[in-house]
């Protein structure tokens, strides 16, 4: 069978690439499979999507809010269309499980809706004028072109809850999406242009970050850049937007903790932490990387997680059952085993850590869901993002400490306490510094109309998704009408 070759969509057109060089979209659950060929937008073609995306906005802010909304409505519509074939397409393209793959166009759909609903609300705030007779309000304007950068983990809900808000509040769209996503973002945008967003509302470039993403960030076209990803390349374009003074808006990575208390339900606290650091390969910025748990409990937990873990199906992430799946490249694999030897210098590995055996993974680039028992505070492991199956288990001997230790990362993403205690609970909330705080919960997976984002070193400090985006993708105007005299 012919292997499909991908197109950019510009100014409402589907571009055929004439490229030489194309690069494989490989499945990594085998390997080997090549999905389709991607081509290479370039500065050229990234010069013709600001254009067009100029051109668009103009049009596109004067669309009233309703009409916009309409459009939002029917792409959330033609998407639950196709969330088994889009599910299985993500499936195999980032080796996300089936099951959670389908979750995740699942909640594309309802980031669609939402935000089409967001198109129809009031935009600013009556405002009392010092003046007698005077009106005096302010009003949220769009900002103009915004660049969507998006990564591979979230193919589908990670480029939707930046392109529905920015264009639900009338801003136009170039998007690039990671290069290893390039089959879904094709897929995903043909749902958007098929919902009839007019010609350059929306323009998709793909290629390689590293030529034509950096000449889009690069670009003196754009009003703002919304980027997913990582830290090095977050610093990059917070660099380039402030030499533009344009607004940037960055999510970058983590190293969650889940701590647990000497009360805490084990038997929850095991399945969630095995769950949140596992799942999907442990591919999540908000994946829980460390098990910070209180001594009393340790032996008995360790039991309780090793079950937890056991019980999670590694194999290709097309097949129903899977929990864990491939990495997405064979460097990753490399990187991941990297980390593990050397948290073995301090700690113990007491589960996986190494790629399996076995035919059943052929050529996958999979890797052992991997338990390391007490490597050091500062070890890399224990300090940096693995991305992937990886969970360091440290113990403590209280609360304090444990707090200590889990604030005691680059990053704030995502953190979950297991415990009955309310006043732990208690002093934990303020005294934890990250953007999301559980009680007796995953660290990955927050709701979609939820405020998204962290503190210190994974964001910019806005929030995404929920009423938190209108705060990004739009500008406050205030306006005074005096009577004429
Ligand atoms: P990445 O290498 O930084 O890539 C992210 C995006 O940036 C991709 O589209 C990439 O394109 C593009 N890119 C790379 N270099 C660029 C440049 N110089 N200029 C403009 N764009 C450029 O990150 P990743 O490996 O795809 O994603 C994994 C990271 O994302 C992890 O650190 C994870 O924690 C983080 N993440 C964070 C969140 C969050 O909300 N906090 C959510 C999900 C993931 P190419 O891929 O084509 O190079």
Known sequence: MEIPRLAHYVAGEWVESTADTWSSDVNPSTGTDVLALVPEGGPALVG????????????????????????????????????AALGLLVAREVGKPLGEAVQ?????????????????????????????????FSMRQPLGLVAVISPWNFPVA??????????????????????????????LAQVLANAGLPAGVLNLILGKGSLTGESLVQHAGLRAITFTGSDAT???????????NIKYQLEMGGKNAALVLGDAHLDQAARLIAGGAMRFAGQKCTATSRAIVVQEVLDKFLNQLEGAVRALPLGSATTEATAV???????????????????????????????????????????????IVGAAAD????????FGPVLVVQPVRTLEEALELAN????????????????????????????????????????????????????????EQGPAAIEFFTEIKTVQINPAS
């Open 48 to 83: 013709r999507a600001v254009a067009a995306g100029q051109t668009a906005v103009r049009g596109w802010a004067a669309t009233p809010g309703p009409q916009r909304a309409q459009i939002l409505y029917q792409a959330a519509s033609l998407l639950a269309e196709q969330r």
């Open 104 to 136: 995740e166009v699942d909640r594309g759909v309802t980031i669609l809706r939402y935000f089409a609903g967001e198109a129809v609300r009031p935009l600013g705030q009556v405002i009392p004028a010092q003046q007698a007779g005077s009106l005096q």
């Open 158 to 187: 990670i480029p939707l809850w930046k392109i529905a808000p920015a264009l639900a509040f009338g801003n136009t769209v170039v998007w690039k999406p990671a290069e290893t996503a390039s089959f879904t973002a094709f897929s």
């Open 234 to 244: 977050g610093m990059r374009i917070a660099e380039l937007a402030a030499r533009h």
């Open 325 to 371: 799946g491939p990495l997405i490249a064979p460097d990753a694999v490399e990187r991941v085993h990297s980390y593990v030897t050397s948290g073995a210098a301090s700690g113990a590995v007491v589960l996986g850590g190494k790629a399996p055996d076995g035919a059943q993974f052929g050529q996958g680039f999979f890797f052992e869901p991997t338990v």
């Open 379 to 386: 070890a890399p492991v224990a300090q940096e993002e693995v």
């Open 408 to 463: 005691g990362t680059k990053y704030g993403l995502s953190v979950s306490l297991f415990t009955r205690d309310i006043n732990a609970a208690l002093a934990y909330i303020p005294a934890i510094e990250c953007g999301m705080v559980r009680i007796n919960g995953d660290t990955t997976g927050v709701d979609p109309h939820a405020p998204f984002g962290g503190m210190r070193g994974s964001s910019s400090h806005s929030r």
